[in-house]
């Protein structure tokens, strides 16, 4: 299981982009598995997100790599901001914060919430 370490000190991803909603749902000592889940239903891919962003040390990654599901295509949408489709989505579940939508996801896939996870969910 590998584990995700945030580096950067602020989000390297331009404003207004599906990649700079999904770099802020990032946290140190989430699973990749965690990740992947959570941005899946995003339209995302958590596997190529994490690759994209150890190769540029946006954050770093130990522990023995896992084999992840693929993610679906996002489809193409209308709305002229990614960023407003990440939103409408986290809305469309009836989240109202960052620690509830990742338990959520959590849930629903089925991947447990690593204990670094948890305990960084109840500090915050």
Known sequence: MQTITLVAKSNPKRPGTKCHA??????TGMTVAEYHALIQPLGGN??????WDAERGFITLSGEPEKLPSAPRAKK???TSPAAEVVAKVDSVGVKSREELIRQVA???GVPVSKETESQLQAE
Do not use: I, M, T
């Open 22 to 27: 999904w770099f802020d749902l990032y946290s």
């Open 46 to 51: 958590g596997a190529a997100a994490v690759k």
């Open 77 to 79: 949408s209308d709305s």
């Open 107 to 109: 849930a629903e896939k």
